[in-house]
């Protein structure tokens, strides 16, 4: 039962004089959670790089799992705060350190204590603290064993003026930038493997990002949109709030299949994905493109035809698994828990429409002037309007939001 | 709208629905209790069974069961048959699920042998290498009427006069897509038969099974002793009367029916045939209910929704297994080559399918063809 956090910001020391910006971010973000999950009011202190959250009531696990994924959290302590008393203050320490490790009876672990102390007063070194903390452990439970330099178990002691904090459990943060704080982005996801992890990836680095989907129906079934859902909600988990758009893109498709040559069919779906993402950009005020692409996974991914798409978007599109081979990807993806679901099968527009000999090396001329005709337009700029909305809060739950409205 | 899946699930007929609402109020009682409503929903229950009896051409000596489903009745004859290791069983792998699964299970359970019906490429029973399978060691024949995928009609009276001159196997029919639809006749022969409410326009959650006299099959479901101890479980009365009125319907456009759905059914053939000169009808023999065909090159689920946005209603296999993908083993057991299994579709009608719902279905066709022909000349 721990009613204290103690939270510690990555990258901080990097940022001079937008610090306080970043840690301002996080917290705003740690706010949210702790609002949405905890039942009871609770205050912070800023102790210089490290944040300390109190309540009256315990802070739960579901609080810990959720704060394992707020972008730019180098850890999570929940720690026990005692009140210092005269006298018996050390042996009183002792007692309540033994009480929070008492797992070790049945379990056995390797572990080292930490102290640090600020108080002048109490004659013994932080050295020789620590020394009897790792007496008093051993005598106390013998399952247990010392471990200096890779202790499976850490016991955090901060002696301060008034109180001591006792922690054992440091939970590993998402590390990176605070959510926002370097731009904001849509993020194509495909329903495959690789555009959730691509996400992720830039999750860590502080990009707040909206989802795009381009739903082929009626070339691909409905039962992919059950999938995009579950991994936009996935993904949603590590921001704030969220947005997906669910653009029809199935007309489109078909004019584009219709009217160029089969060989072009993959690269110009790709093109006009990348301005339809661009038009939604727009719309919606983010700053740049991320896609899942990985340098020649499949012909459409060329460092050639990469940059052919590239050349069609007025934005920077950002491929964090360019250099990623497949499995690093799909361990990553085990990881963030999106592979569970975008291993499950569905239609593939695509590999109806793909040709045996998909183009390697366009034609320049042949992609620079290629006509989209009117009717094409038309439907590339209402796309959009015509998106399915949905907005997902920082638990995954899912809420249906009205079109956009016709007025740009 | 336009639906043409009927054989998935067909409308209820408004007086069935008129009838199901005022009994569902009304008709409360238990049909078992010995007061007098209890005991006037009784005596219909029972003039009803005698009714299904007639329509099938059974003695009224025969056992006529209520169950919730086709899929319960085809279950209650496969697994309360008392089988014994060795002793050897013919069916199909064409047939609908609730045959071929509970059949696969129970002789892996009990040892049994079973042997494949060999259908031929038209989907039909090669018979003579029928008549090689049998021998008194065949102590179960399961046989669909009309093949719910395919649309093939068997001749069972036929197929059954067979097997009983060379064994003394039990005779199953699933006649699902049959009743009232093309001739039912268990006169003899056939010592169990399957048959649903849903199909016919009637409710969901009523069906019959339909069991010879001297049978050998133990019941299913222990309890209360309703339905002569043969299926324990208070009768439905308002889902078996509204059964009841949905047949008596079906029955009275039947003839009617039959006629125009073949009509139906060659027009069709052969105004596909202009408009997609490469689709192929693999079957022959088939009920005017269904007609399934082969469009290669165009997966059969994205002609589906194609046409689903035009709001026409088809079925690319039996709904009940269209959630596989690939390859599918009912098809296969047809003999449709693996490369088409997805580009099979299912146009199904009902009694009440028009010429005229049926000419808006082929302009809709040809309109979504001529969208999609492109993609067939990969």
């Known amino acids: 039962m721990y009613n204290n956090l103690v939270i510690s910001v990555d990258e901080l020391w990097l940022k001079g004089r937008n610090q306080h910006l970043y840690l301002k971010t996080a917290i705003n973000h740690i706010n949210s959670i702790l609002k949405k999950y905890h039942p009871s009011k609770f205050t912070l202190k800023i102790l210089s790089q490290r944040i300390l959250y109190t309540s009256s009531t315990p802070f739960s696990e579901d609080i810990f799992q959720a704060l394992k994924k707020v972008p730019g959290l180098s850890s999570i302590s ?69 471990d200096i330099k890779n202790p499976e178990l850490i016991i955090d002691v901060r002696i301060m003026d008034n109180v001591v ?5 440091v939970i590993k943060g998402l590390g990176g930038l605070p959510w926002g704080t370097t731009g904001s982005a849509v993020t194509m996801l495909s329903g495959g493997f690789d555009s959730p992890v691509a996400s992720y990836m830039l999750m860590k680095r502080g990009i707040k990002q909206s989802f795009v989907f381009f739903y082929a129906y009626p070339f691909v079934g409905q039962e992919v949109l059950e999938k995009i859902k579950a991994l936009a909600t996935t993904l949603g988990k590590y921001q ?31 093109r006009f994905m990348i301005e339809v993402t661009n038009l939604l950009c727009d719309r919606i005020n983010a700053d740049t493109i991320i896609t899942g692409d990985s340098v020649g996974q ?19 599109i950002m491929r964090p698994l360019i250099a990623f081979n497949k499995q690093e990807v799909l361990d990553l993806g085990k990881k963030i828990g999106t592979y569970a679901i975008s291993i499950l099968p569905h239609d593939d527009a695509c590999s109806l429409f793909s040709s045996k000999n998909p183009i390697i090396k366009p034609n320049n001329e042949y992609w620079n002037n290629w006509e989209s005709g009117p009717e094409l337009i038309h439907e590339i700029n209402s796309a959009i309007n015509n998106a399915e909305i949905y907005s997902i809060n920082l638990k995954g739950e899912l809420y249906k939001k009205d079109h956009f409205s016709f007025d740009t | 709208m336009q639906y043409f899946d009927h054989a998935a699930s067909t409308c209820l007929y408004p007086e069935v629905l008129d009838f199901l609402r005022k009994s569902l109020n009304e008709d409360y009682a238990n049909p078992n209790s010995l007061h007098l409503l209890g005991a006037n929903l009784f005596k219909t229950i029972e003039s009803e069974r005698a009714y299904f009896l007639k329509t099938l051409n059974a003695n009224q000596n025969d056992l006529f069961i209520f169950t919730s489903s086709a899929t319960e009745s085809n279950n ?6 008392d089988f014994h290791e060795g002793d050897v069983i013919l069916y199909s792998k064409a047939d609908h699920a609730s045959i071929t699964v509970p059949i696969e299970n129970i002789a892996k359970e009990k040892n049994l042998i079973l042997k494949i019906i060999k259908i031929n490429k038209n989907g039909n029973i090669d018979l003579e290498e029928f008549e090689k399978l049998l021998d008194k060691n065949v102590k179960m024949v399961l046989l669909s009427q009309v093949n719910n995928q395919s649309g093939v009609a068997s001749d069972i009276s036929l197929i059954a006069k067979i097997i009983k001159d060379k064994s003394d196997a039990h005779v199953h029919v699933d006649a699902v897509q049959a009743y009232s639809k093309i001739n039912c006749d268990m006169s003899a022969n056939i010592d169990s038969a399957s048959i649903t409410s849903h199909k016919i326009g009637g409710p969901k959650g009523i069906a019959g099974l339909f069991l010879k006299k001297n049978h050998h099959i133990k019941p299913l479901l222990l309890g209360g002793g309703q339905e002569g101890g043969f299926r324990a479980s208070t009768q439905p009365h308002s889902l078996i009367v509204a059964f009841a ?40 023999n088939t009920s005017p209910y269904i007609l399934t065909f082969i469009l290669p090159a165009i997966p059969s689920d994205v002609l589906l929704r194609h046409l689903e946005v035009k709001e026409f209603y088809l079925s690319s296999t039996s709904a009940c297994s269209s959630k596989q993908k690939g390859f599918n083993p009912t098809l296969a057991a047809l003999n449709i080559p693996e490369v088409f299994h997805k580009n099979v579709v299912r146009l199904s009608f009902n009694q009440d399918t028009s010429i005229d719902s049926v000419n808006l279905l082929q302009k809709a066709f040809a309109e979504v063809w001529k969208d999609l022909e492109f993609l067939t000349t990969k």
């Open chain 2, 76 to 81: 209650t004859v496969i697994r309360g048959f």
């Open chain 2, 245 to 284: 009125k949905a047949s008596r319907i079906s029955f009275s456009k039947s003839n009617d029916a039959y006629r125009r759905n073949q009509e139906i059914v060659e027009n069709l053939k052969a105004s596909l045939i202009k408009i997609a000169p490469s689709i192929k009808f693999p079957f022959n």
């Open chain 1, 298 to 316: 499949v012909s459409s991914q060329t460092v050639g035809n990469l940059f052919l798409i590239d050349k069609s978007s007025r934005r920077l």
């Open chain 1, 78 to 146: 929940p720690c026990k705060i005692i009140q210092r008393s005269e006298g018996q203050d050390l042996e009183n320490i002792y007692n309540e350190i033994l009480k929070e490790v008492d797992f070790l009876q049945t379990t056995s672990k390797t572990f080292r204590a930490t102290v640090k102390k600020n108080d002048k007063s109490i004659l013994l070194t932080s050295t020789e603290i620590s020394r009897e903390i790792g007496h008093r452990v051993l005598t106390t439970y013998p399952l247990s064993k010392v």
């Open chain 1, 165 to 169: 904090s006792i922690s054992s459990r």
């Open chain 1, 240 to 270: 704030k709030q969220s947005h997906l758009y669910i653009v029809p893109f199935g007309n489109i498709q078909n004019l584009i299949a219709k009217n160029c040559k089969e060989e072009y069919r993959t690269m110009f779906f790709r």
